[in-house]
């Protein structure tokens, strides 16, 4: 049988109670899972494809209803009062979890005319709107979460946000002070945007696997593709960085993420990657 | 809907208090309705059997009413233990008919039903009435593999607990579950 189970928001010693019983909310999703892509920030999804994370159960993120057997019976009815404080609702369908986060904005608090028989004005207060798909899928067969966007389900699946690095001021501070950069106009830490906190993340770990020789390739790479976005001065072998940009554009060098295609010699920034 | 099926077996439960200061008191249909002629020259036992078809007919009713309640699935492997508990209630319900056999009057006996209405709405776990056993259910105190006990009436003989698979049982309320189909 499918339930449909609703977590409330707050530290009571009970947080999770069924809602609904020989329901379910969503159209059954089918998606191999071998097309998934396995969560990495430095992706930028399709619309027709799902981030996964395998062997979720082993995770610290991981929900404990989620490790063991699930049974409908070891959780009380939800009561009407605590309609509202729903944080999140999860439908159990066969032997999967599909999980919706709840934000206020799902609830209707508006008059409606509804086309009945005769057309009738309907104040509603207490409706809560199901999206078409759901934010987060639990497959237990295979013990993978498939998702599309971590920041959604980060309220879900607390620590989850652990995937989603993004540097502290202390790396960013750090990075911006590393012998290649000089910093100009103003621009430091706390003008760093979020996305290239993010990428900070992620370079910094690209930085301290390269060679001392690549580094050093590294730069004509840059130069070559960022000639016009980035000032290089090539005698104290420094990028100038004076705006968000031009920081953008450093990171994605260091990245490699530039490109030149191979029969049409078109030169190209992959703005999203995924291993092959 | 599931305050008002509560209410309902919360009655059914307890009007056989009311029933057993009737019979005490020889409150029989001709002493409500001396100008009926017909209701006087009853016997006193059939009125007594009529008082006692009125909780018979309203726990067949909400019996008939509970596939209206939420439901739940009793999966093989989901439970642990079971216990029969037919007569573990038996003893609160004497206790029942030796205060309804000691009230004087209407009312102390609107006083202590009703406390008892109140006490028996609230406790949530003596919503199961003798009555069942008339239309042939069983009473059970169940385990879970994760280690809530619940109770469920059923109509099945259950022995062990991997026999408890039900397909549809439905919630009276959390801790109670009701088992229709044979």
């Known amino acids: 049988m499918d339930y449909v189970f609703a977590k409330i928001k707050g530290k009571a010693k009970k947080s999770i109670f069924k809602l609904l019983s020989d329901n379910s909310l969503f159209d059954i999703i089918k998606v191999d899972l071998k097309h998934c892509i396995p969560y990495s920030p430095d992706h930028n999804l399709d619309e ?20 063991e057997q699930f049974d409908s019976k070891d959780f009380d009815e939800l009561n009407k009062d605590q309609f509202n404080k729903i944080s999140y609702i999860f439908s159990t369908q066969g032997d999967d979890f599909y999980f919706q986060k709840i934000t206020s904005s799902l609830f209707i608090h508006k008059k409606m005319i509804v086309f009945g028989e005769v057309a009738e004005i309907e104040k509603s207060n207490n409706r809560l709107i199901i999206n078409e798909l759901p934010d987060a899928i639990f497959i237990t067969k295979s013990n993978t979460i498939i998702f599309k966007s971590l920041a959604t389900i980060s309220a879900i699946f607390k620590g989850i946000d652990i995937l989603y690095k993004e540097a502290t001021n202390q790396e960013v501070d750090d990075f911006l002070k590393s012998p290649f950069i000089n910093i100009k106009g103003g621009y430091g830490v706390d003008v760093v945007s979020k996305p290239n906190r993010k990428r900070i993340a992620l370079v910094v770990n690209t930085l301290s696997t390269m060679s001392d020789e690549d580094k050093a390739d590294m730069h004509n790479y840059i130069n070559e593709y960022c000639e016009d976005k ?17 920081l953008k554009y450093l990171l994605y060098g260091i990245e490699q993420r530039f490109y030149t295609t191979p029969f049409s010699k078109e030169k190209r920034l992959a703005n999203s990657v995924i291993a092959i | 809907m599931n305050r008002l099926f509560r209410l309902l077996l919360t009655l059914n439960a307890t009007l056989l208090l009311v029933i057993v200061f009737f ?3 020889t409150y029989t249909l001709g002493h409500f309705f001396p100008g009926n002629s017909w209701f006087v020259n009853l016997p006193h036992f059939v009125s007594y059997v009529l008082y006692f078809a009125i909780p018979v007919l309203l726990t067949g009713t909400s019996i008939l009413l509970s596939p209206l309640l939420g439901k739940d699935e009793f999966k093989k492997g989901d439970i642990i233990s079971i216990e029969h508990a037919n007569n573990s209630f038996l003893p609160s319900y004497l206790g029942y008919f030796f205060v309804a056999l000691s009230i004087a009057n209407w009312e102390s006996l609107l006083f202590v039903y009703g406390v008892l209405f109140i006490f028996t709405y609230k406790s949530q776990a003596l919503y199961f009435n003798p009555l069942f056993l008339l239309f042939g259910f069983e009473f059970y105190n169940v385990k879970t593999l994760k ?6 009436i059923s109509r099945n003989n259950y022995r062990y ?22």
């Open chain 1, 230 to 246: 980035i000032k290089y001065d090539e005698s104290s072998l420094q990028y100038e960085i004076s705006t968000d940009d031009e």
């Open chain 2, 147 to 152: 280690g809530t006990t619940v109770f469920l």
């Open chain 2, 161 to 182: 607990p991997d026999e408890v698979e039900i397909e549809k049982a439905f919630r009276i309320n959390n801790y109670t579950f009701i088992e229709r189909s044979k």
């Open chain 2, 23 to 25: 019979v005490q008191n």
């Open chain 1, 48 to 67: 027709d494809s799902w981030y996964k994370i395998e062997n979720f159960t082993s995770k610290d993120f991981c929900l404990d209803y989620l490790k």
